[in-house]
């Protein structure tokens, strides 16, 4: 029903641009956008987790997204997060993806109140049946407390429209046991890209992730050594990845430190909102050895590939 191949790859979730008062910058979503397309990335995850869509109004959301689409919509593939603490919101996110010709709604389960799974499931249900779009789950427990079970999995996995699971728990078991339940033609998408390659090696289709954001050649290096059965050298390259994550957590916000990494790359997309902090001027000098070191694996990783 749905072409499956173009959510396989490298899809990174994008930064939310702001200007220089905290407001949403269409114009540096478009330049954030056009970075990405211009790397060769399959697509853009919008409104996520480093999107900060839980921190946007929903007309804000809608902006950012109209951006993305005005500028790569025709180029990449386009995940509209639509999940918000309401499902009426939600809903509305979802129409409104689905009329700027998005390529698929995606969404956590409503946040806030400790929700049933059977409240969680008709939460994602309205936003399915209000649109013709492929839905992604977006389970992502350590933020929302709400673990996903097998048999709701089972249930939505079941629906045509239910095309796969972006699974941002940290165990590559439960990625295994949740591409058991779903099939061959259910897509799982891995989420914690310190384990990219252990998830493509256990199952995933590709991979939705942040930090591919200030690194997507390292990425899409471990991606293709993946596909090309060269192991030794795609390990080679998620360590090199794994270092520069491990440098990144050290800030006390991962999207501050990564805006900040971003800004020395040449593309500004402003700090991220309150409470999420921006890097201090105390740790520029971190921010700096970050930039170099990433700098120079991706050279490597580009020059491997011209050798
Ligand atoms: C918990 C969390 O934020 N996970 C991130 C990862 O990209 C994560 O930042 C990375 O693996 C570093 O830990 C993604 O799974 C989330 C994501 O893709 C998003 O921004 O929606």
Not at 32 to 39: F, G, N, S, V
Not at 167 to 180: C, G, R, V
Not at 217 to 244: H, P, T
Request: net charge negative.
């Amino acid at each position: 029903m749905f072409d499956l191949e173009k959510f396989k790859g490298i899809i990174v979730a994008l930064y939310a641009c702001y200007d220089e008062e905290g407001n949403v910058d269409a114009l540096r979503v478009k330049k954030l956008a056009r970075h990405y397309a211009d790397k060769g990335v399959k697509g853009l995850y919008v409104g996520g987790s480093s999107g900060e869509g839980m921190l946007q109004t929903a007309a804000e959301r809608k902006v950012v997204l109209e951006a993305v689409m005005e500028e790569v919509g025709s180029e990449l593939t386009i995940i509209a997060h639509v999940g918000s603490a309401s499902t009426r919101e939600s809903v509305g996110l979802a129409k409104h993806a689905e009329s700027a010709g998005a390529d698929a709604i995606s969404a956590v389960p409503a946040i806030y109140y400790r929700l049933s799974p059977a409240s969680v499931e008709r939460h994602w249900q309205e936003m399915i049946d209000s649109t013709s779009l492929p839905f992604i789950i977006y389970h992502i427990p350590q933020t929302t407390g709400f673990q996903l079970q097998a048999d709701l999995l089972a249930k939505m996995a079941a629906q045509d429209k239910v095309i796969g699971v972006k699974i941002s728990s940290e165990s590559t078991y439960e990625l295994q046991q949740f591409k058991a339940i779903g099939g061959p033609d259910f897509l799982v998408l891995n989420g914690p890209d310190e384990q990219y390659l252990a998830g493509r090696s256990i199952g995933a289709d590709g991979g939705i992730g942040g930090t591919y954001g200030v690194m997507p050649e390292l990425f899409l290096k471990v991606e293709s050594c993946y596909r090309e059965g060269l192991m030794d050298e795609a390990r080679k390259w998620q360590f090199n990845i794994n270092e520069i994550i491990k440098g990144l957590l050290s800030f006390p916000s991962l999207y501050g430190a990564c805006k900040a990494v971003l800004r020395l790359q040449g593309v500004e997309c402003g700090e991220p909102r309150l409470p999420l902090l921006p890097v201090s001027d105390a740790d520029h000098g971190r921010i700096v050895l970050l930039h170099k070191q990433i700098h120079e694996y991706t050279e490597a990783a580009l020059a491997s590939v011209k050798a």
